[in-house]
């Protein structure tokens, strides 16, 4: 264990700096602007959370349009664990989710760098960490949101899959279905390096590389895999009275998968009107998250990885909804971070920590705008 923390002390410290710079960033913005940054941090999403921990499930609030917003499009493991913070520590259930965020995006970061240090090393894995602290949209690390803590579950899962600690990754899968509906893009990464797996072990192929003494841990972990993302959904089917009542709840909160109709007719609508720039640079953010996936699979990332980034991509571009939580749903694919990485390895170290320094300073002052302005849903 002291030889891990040792290997990974770089990335964290590295990685608790960015965090500490976002907050002081926030908090001036917040006292120039005459609000409350630590208001700012648990509001929105914080809010549902906040009320489900501290009542459980079965708010319902009217919107202004006459749609019915219930809780339970909130998947469940995030309050769970703000509600035990805030009995253990007497906390409020606010500051218990921002505990419960901070310490999952430590155990995020920790997790990154550990699957990018298997595959390309202690220096790649570095930068990754430090790359995904400072992505644009980062100030949601820090909030009480689920993020932080379905990348922790999605990231150590993806190394136990390459590690081959099959029981927790699908332990972990589980968890990962439990914490937001994206859960499935991990469900099914396991799921699908699992099959292949036992596959092999079956056929024996190649010769003596998988043992079938390993094929009932991996059958388990299959099963084990889906039942937090089915038994969520299921319970609300219960709930609500309706087997597909989870997909209702979330198509009155306006997110329904539509093939991506809706979220080309609203980068459309930039094109065509006076905001053309702004329907531009959507495009061209659109072209490089293309590109980066492209770079992942010429790369030859482990296919788990792949399935993973490819269904998170598939899901942010594909559903409705508020379309400025697109760069948030897409936190998570930290592996669409490996070929910036990669580039970044061959440079020399001004160059590194000038790129890093200018993403870094870039992405506290967009948190802090951001969370003053629009802010996420």
């Keep these: 264990m002291r030889v891990a923390l040792e290997r990974v002390a770089p990335a964290l410290g590295a990685f608790v700096a960015l965090k500490l710079l976002g907050l002081l960033v926030l908090n001036a913005f917040a006292n120039n602007a005459g609000r409350d940054a630590h208001r700012l941090l648990v509001w929105w999403d914080g809010q549902w959370y906040e009320g489900i921990a501290r009542d459980g499930y079965g708010f319902v609030r009217i919107h202004d349009d006459g749609r019915l917003l219930s809780d339970y499009a909130f998947f469940p493991l995030f309050p769970l664990l703000e509600r035990l913070v805030a009995q253990v520590t ?17 155990a995020a970061a920790w997790g990154i760098f550990a699957v990018v240090d298997h595959l390309y090393g ?3 894995g570095v930068l990754v960490t430090v790359l995904w602290a400072a992505l644009p949209v980062s100030i949601v690390q820090s909030m009480a ?28 899968a589980c968890l990962a279905g439990l914490t937001r509906p994206v859960g499935a893009a991990v ?8 099959l292949l797996k036992g596959f092999r072990a079956v056929r024996g192929d190649p010769p003596g ?33 309706n087997p597909t009542g989870y997909f209702a709840v979330t198509s009155d909160w306006g997110n329904t998968v539509d093939g991506g109709s809706a979220f ?14 702004l329907g531009v640079a959507i495009c061209l953010g659109l072209a490089l998250l293309g590109w980066l996936f492209w770079l992942c699979v010429r790369q030859r990332q482990p296919l788990p990885l792949l399935i993973f980034t490819g269904a998170l991509i598939l899901f942010a571009l594909t559903t409705s909804g508020y379309f400025g939580s697109k760069p948030r749903y897409l936190l998570p694919a930290f592996p669409l971070l490996l070929p910036i990485a990669l580039w970044l390895a061959r440079r020399s170290l001004p160059v590194v920590i000038s790129v890093l320094g200018l993403m870094a300073v870039s992405a506290a002052v967009y948190g802090g705008f951001w969370l003053l302005g629009p802010g996420p849903p």
Excluded: H, I, K, N
């Design 90 to 106: 007497g906390f409020s259930y606010v500051d218990a989710g921002l505990v419960v965020s901070w310490v999952s995006s430590l």
């Design 122 to 124: 202690r220096r790649v």
């Design 145 to 172: 949101y689920s993020e932080s803590l379905f990348t922790a579950l999605a990231a150590w899962s993806m190394y136990a899959v390459l590690t081959e600690r099959w029981l927790w990754a699908g332990l972990l």
């Design 187 to 194: 469900v099914a990464a396991v799921v699908v390096a699992v």
């Design 209 to 241: 590389s998988t043992s079938r003494s390993m094929v009932p841990r991996l059958v388990l972990a299959a099963v084990v895999a889906p039942l937090g993302w089915f038994g969520y959904v299921g319970w609300v089917g219960l709930q609500t009275g």
């Design 264 to 277: 080309a007719t609203w980068v459309w609508a930039f094109l065509a009107s006076s905001d053309f720039f």
